[in-house]
């Protein structure tokens, strides 16, 4: 089982960022994907999840109304488009699926909002 973020980088507050998660070892049909992020000095927090068999999602207070998670079964992704992104949105982001009696956590990507 492997999880691999991408799609971070650098952007001005109100700018837009498509993060991606590609996952391999495992069919993406009927699993519930989470995304977290942790910001320096901060604990990790869930930010949104996607349960790939019937497309229903959650999203965390804060960022309601701006992220959107969707998945790609058949390319085995897991997407989170952030848009109207502001600088506390800052933090690396990871893409998790807990299953078969264990957590599974990609590597993180970072993103970075100026002000």
């Known amino acids: 089982v492997q999880l691999v973020e991408s799609g971070g980088g650098l952007v001005q507050a109100g700018g837009s960022l498509r993060l991606t998660c590609t996952t391999s070892?495992?069919?993406?049909?009927?699993?519930?994907i989470g995304w977290f992020r942790q910001a320096r000095g901060k604990e990790r927090e869930g930010v949104s999840c996607i349960s790939t068999g019937d497309d229903s999602t959650y999203y965390v207070d804060s960022v309601k109304g701006r992220f959107t998670v969707s998945s790609d079964n058949a390319k085995n992704r897991i997407y989170l488009q952030m848009n109207n992104l502001k600088p506390e949105d800052t933090a690396v982001y990871y893409c998790?699926?807990?299953?078969?009696?264990?957590?599974?956590w990609g590597k993180g990507t970072l993103v970075t909002v100026s002000s």
């Open positions: 998790n699926i807990h299953q078969w009696g264990r957590d599974y």
């Open positions: 070892g495992f069919p993406l049909d009927d699993y519930i």
